[in-house]
């Protein structure tokens, strides 16, 4: 696990801890070319939204559709910064798609 998936895995668990209303679970996956850990927000659901940690990249999206990959990619960022990053699109998900009710 890199430190840019402890990152994101620090910062989303904090989160849905503070958000109980949004049903998830994590997950980790074997492959044969790596591990990876995979949180899932409303399993079996045709909205389920899902934030992979895939060592160096954070890939997440709707299930169904499409997903965005969050990374360095040589910007010269920090893994907090890119996790943020992805957190805050994470949040706008489970928003988007009636997992969490929008910040007032």
Same mark, same amino acid.
């Given at each position: 696990?890199?430190?840019?998936?402890r990152a994101f895995e620090s910062l989303a668990k904090a989160f849905l801890s503070d958000?109980?209303?949004v049903q998830h679970g994590?997950?980790?996956?074997?492959?044969w070319y790596g591990d990876r850990l995979d949180v899932i927000c409303g399993a079996g659901q045709p909205?389920?939204?899902f934030a992979s940690l895939v060592g160096g990249q954070i890939a997440l999206g709707l299930? #169904?559709? %499409? !997903?965005?990959?969050?990374?360095d990619s040589? =910007?010269? $960022? #920090?893994? %907090? !910064?890119?996790?943020q990053q992805a957190?805050? =699109?994470? $949040?706008?998900?489970?928003?988007?798609?009636?997992h969490l009710?929008?910040?007032a």
């Open positions: 696990m890199s430190d840019l998936d958000h109980p209303e994590w997950r980790p996956i074997k492959e909205n389920e939204v299930t #169904s559709g %499409e !997903h965005e990959d969050f990374e040589g =910007r010269g $960022v #920090s893994d %907090e !910064h890119v996790a957190l805050s =699109r994470f $949040v706008e998900l489970l928003e988007e798609h009636g009710a929008p910040a």
